[in-house]
């Protein structure tokens, strides 16, 4: 029996021989630190809004229809779907938004210094979006004296406000044909003025199941190609992940945001995919490639919730995202697999008979 090749050992930081074409085992093993990274960034990294719950996707949208009576001085708007509602106070005019017990809640100076009124129970119900964990003063009376502290200076402010949204996660019911929820009220003062913002809250149905079958040919698509062109497809998929995340994320305000993991996820498998695609190794462009697979199929994982409902904050109803994203798992999947398959197999040497 005879080894082929005229390198039929090879050293890899050891004195112990291991066979020709044999993968290493810290190259066999790469993949899981990869794993163990990219799940670590997901769990350990912080979320970006520090006060409220983050817009989320869902099937509900809330719009302002108008302001009673028309104002210049103000302007509102719904930010993240139905998350958060966002109102602009210009220059020498001031506004105070009343609370949900019909307290002081916000005021914005004719200076534009935002406050919050900190002894209000709807600043604590606030801070999430269904109100959960929320515990008001058990000495507070709505005839308290505000507490007034100054939270921004830019004129203006953005806040959960539960009158504009669906407080449960389970379908709401509609009330005509146009998916009509809930007609919304959100009373203020505006130069001591009473003001009145209305709105409305609709539901949509959330899209159908037919874009996992986008994931068969995403997968069938890197079967057939030729390797280097399996990578450049991979790259072009993490791409898209980069832009979707990037779009999706300075969309929001900064209280809307959530931890930016597709900018992240899609970055690091881009990185990855075009590092495979400069080496000639066989075994660093199988374990980079695999390592840009697992990033691939993380990120989708992390962010299914945005192909399972109607609308995405900061995009709104996206038909993209619910085509890119599975066309993504399949093409990271058969990326992981192929990688997989090339780091674990281990060649058997050849048998000369004479």
């Given at each position: 029996m005879r080894?082929?090749?005229?390198?039929?050992?090879?050293?890899?930081?050891?004195?112990e021989p291991r066979l020709a074409g044999s993968i290493p085992v810290h190259l066999r093993q790469s993949w899981k630190l990869f794993l163990c990274a990219f799940l670590g960034f997901w769990f350990l990294s912080p979320a970006s809004s520090?006060?409220?719950?983050?817009?989320?996707?869902?099937?509900?949208?809330?719009?302002?229809?108008?302001?009673?009576?028309?104002?210049n001085a103000i302007e509102v708007s719904i930010v993240g779907v139905d998350a958060f509602v966002k109102m602009k106070v210009h220059a020498g005019h001031s506004a105070e938004v009343i609370g949900y017990d019909e307290e002081p809640y916000l005021r914005i100076d004719e200076k534009g210094r935002v406050f919050e009124n900190s002894w209000s129970p709807t600043v604590v119900i606030n801070k999430t979006r269904y109100g959960t964990g929320s515990t008001s003063?058990?000495?507070?009376?709505?005839?308290?004296?505000?507490?007034?502290?100054?939270i921004a200076n830019n004129g203006e402010a953005i806040w959960h406000d539960h009158r504009v949204h669906w407080m449960s996660p389970l379908k709401p019911a509609v009330i005509n044909a146009n998916g009509l929820v809930q007609d919304w009220q959100i009373d203020m003062k505006v130069d001591g003025a009473t003001t009145a913002v209305l709105g409305n809250l609709y539901v949509e149905d959330a899209p159908g199941s037919w874009w996992w079958l986008l994931v068969v040919p995403g997968a069938a698509s890197?079967?057939?190609?030729?390797?280097?062109?399996?990578?450049?497809?991979?790259?072009?998929?993490?791409?898209?992940?980069?832009?979707?995340?990037?779009?999706?994320?300075?969309?929001?305000?900064?209280?809307?945001?959530?931890?930016?993991?597709?900018?992240?996820?899609?970055?690091?498998?881009?990185?990855?995919?075009?590092?495979?695609m400069t080496l000639r190794s066989e075994e660093f462009v199988a374990a980079f490639s695999t390592a840009s697979g697992v990033a691939?199929?993380?990120?989708?994982?992390?962010?299914?919730?945005?192909?399972?409902?109607?609308?995405?904050?900061?995009?709104?109803?996206?038909?993209?995202?619910?085509?890119?994203?599975?066309?993504?798992?399949?093409?990271?999947?058969?990326?992981?697999?192929?990688?997989?398959?090339?780091l674990l197999r281990v060649p058997q040497p050849l048998v000369n008979e004479s």
């Open positions: 080894l082929v090749g005229s390198a039929a050992f090879k050293a890899v930081e050891t004195s520090a006060h409220a719950d983050p817009a989320r996707p869902g099937n509900t949208r809330s719009v302002v229809t108008q302001v009673l009576p028309a104002s003063p058990t000495n507070y009376e709505k005839t308290d004296k505000p507490i007034w502290r100054q890197v079967l057939l190609m030729k390797k280097k062109l399996c990578q450049v497809v991979l790259a072009i998929a993490s791409a898209a992940f980069m832009v979707l995340g990037i779009v999706q994320y300075f969309s929001l305000p900064s209280p809307a945001r959530a931890t930016p993991s597709l900018i992240a996820l899609g970055g690091v498998a881009l990185l990855l995919a075009l590092v495979a691939v199929v993380i990120a989708v994982a992390l962010h299914r919730n945005q192909m399972n409902h109607r609308f995405v904050p900061g995009m709104g109803d996206a038909w993209c995202i619910r085509a890119i994203l599975p066309l993504a798992l399949g093409i990271g999947a058969m990326a992981l697999w192929h990688g997989l398959n090339a």
